[in-house]
Every structure is written in structure tokens, then in C-alpha cells.
């Protein structure tokens, strides 16, 4: 049964989506058959893929609504071993149209169990915000990976967050834990990241990847060439942090 990993941060520009999208591809480099679900109505995760966001047909909002099941949404082979359930900004509706529907909470899961055996890896990105499409992922998933950006404010809403994953815990999905932090854009020329990394491992009790994803420019280009890092510049820094990631998460 493919393990569900949810990456999640209410925080935005903390390196989230940049995240999903090069975790995806580096496991599926590695031979692991993945699925990217993007749950983040900016869509940044389809196209950072490689996909046409415009032509597609079917998106996670017609699942979401019950207007498409999950074969007509599925994109397959986006990249070798990857396949994708994309969106579009249309999802950001799906939360009004959601109001007073049964058991919302658990439309995504639902909709997915019958191809969940089909993959090592489901990768959801959520919005930055702690809204139902987050709750949805929470509810499919086993973890929650916080990617937090080593800057001043990197600890600031990740207790709300936290809180968060323990209340959907506690109500909706028992066996959900927390995968563990990653820092990203870490800039070692600055004692402020190095600070921000200490004050966290010092003040969370959560795992910790050993690996930190430095800012990096070649990791900023890619997602405007629709390509995950590994494949825009395999050499580059961005590159191999995620590559080491993705051993990590296979290993744990």
C-alpha cells in the first residue's frame, strides 16, 4: 500500500510546493512509482511537472465535486514512474461548494483508495492555509511533511500547524503522524539560517531530516521550464539536497 505523505505549511513561500514537486520526481528517479496530487488551487505543483495547466480536462476539483472520478483525472507518465492528479485555481471553489456535503472531510481519501496499492509514493501539496482542501490531505494521509524556511519567523504558526495535526488526528484520521521537518533555503553564508536551525532542533520535539535544501537559483528556475530540479540541472545543489531527501524518506 503506497505510503501518503502530506506536505503541508499554512505559511506561504516556505519552500512547500518547491518540495512536493522535487521529492516526487527524485523518488520516482530512484524507481519508486509515485503519484503528485496537487490540492493547492495555484496549480504550481501540475506545472512545475510539466503539465499544461489550460489543457487539462478533468482536475482534482471535478473529483472533489463528484463530477469526474479518479481515471478521468489521472495523468499518467507525466514523468517516468510519476503520475499526476492535477488542478487548476477552479479548486479554490471547492471549499463554498463543499458546505453542508456529508463527510467532506474524507472525499480525497475516498476518491483515491482504489489506486492507492498502484504506488510506492502519494505526494499531496496543500494550500498555504489551513483549509478543507488541507484537511482533505490530512485525512489521506498517513504523515505530514513541514517543509519551514530558515528566516526569523520559521517557528511562527508552526505550533498552529501542529495543532492541527493533532486534532485531525484525535477526530478524522488516527493513524496520522507527523513525517518530520525539512529546512529549505538555507543560506550558509548567513549565521541567521544557521540560528534558525538550532532554535528549531532546540524548541520542537518533531523528527528533523538531516538533510537542509539550500536557496538555490538553479532550484528557483526550474518550475518556469515545467521541470523538477533533477532534470533541469542534476548537478546543481537543489538537486542533490533532494535527491539525499528522498533516501531519507525511503530509508525512514
Known amino acids: 500500500m503506497g505510503r501518503v505523505i502530506a506536505i503541508a505549511n499554512q505559511k506561504g513561500g516556505v519552500g512547500k510546493t518547491t518540495t512536493a514537486i522535487n521529492l516526487s520526481a527524485c523518488l520516482a528517479e530512484k524507481g519508486q512509482k509515485v503519484l503528485a496530487v496537487d490540492m493547492d488551487p495555484q496549480g504550481n505543483m501540475t506545472s512545475g511537472l510539466g503539465l499544461d495547466k489550460e489543457s487539462v480536462d478533468k482536475t482534482v476539483y471535478d473529483l472533489i465535486i463528484g463530477n469526474a472520478d479518479v481515471d478521468e483525472v ?6 517516468e514512474n510519476l503520475d499526476i492528479l492535477p488542478t487548476s485555481i477552479d479548486l479554490s471553489a471547492a471549499e463554498i461548494e463543499l458546505i453542508g456535503v456529508e463527510e467532506k472531510e474524507y472525499i480525497v481519501r475516498d476518491a483515491i483508495k482504489d489506486i492507492r496499492d498502484n504506488y510506492d509514493y502519494i505526494i499531496i501539496d496543500c494550500p498555504p492555509s489551513l483549509s478543507m482542501l488541507t484537511i482533505n490531505a490530512m485525512t489521506t494521509a498517513d504523515t505530514v511533511l ?3 524556511q530558515c ?4 517557528l511562527e504558526g508552526l505550533s498552529q500547524l501542529i495543532h492541527t495535526v493533532e486534532l485531525v488526528k484525535e477526530r478524522l484520521n488516527p493513524q496520522l503522524e507527523i513525517e518530520g521537518v525539512v529546512f529549505t533555503m538555507y543560506d550558509a553564508r548567513t549565521n541567521l539560517s544557521l540560528q534558525v536551525v ?7 520535539q518533531q523528527t528533523i531530516y538531516k538533510t537542509i535544501i539550500p536557496r538555490n537559483i538553479r532550484l528557483a528556475e526550474a518550475p518556469s521550464y515545467g521541470m523538477p530540479i533533477s532534470q533541469y540541472d542534476s548537478r546543481s545543489a537543489g538537486s542533490e539536497s533532494y535527491m539525499k531527501l528522498a533516501d531519507e524518506v525511503m530509508n525512514k
Open 198 to 204: 538550532e532554535n528549531v532542533k532546540d524548541n520542537l
Open 74 to 79: 489521472l495523468q499518467k507518465d507525466a514523468l
Open 151 to 154: 528566516e526569523y519567523y520559521a
Open 146 to 148: 513541514v517543509p519551514i
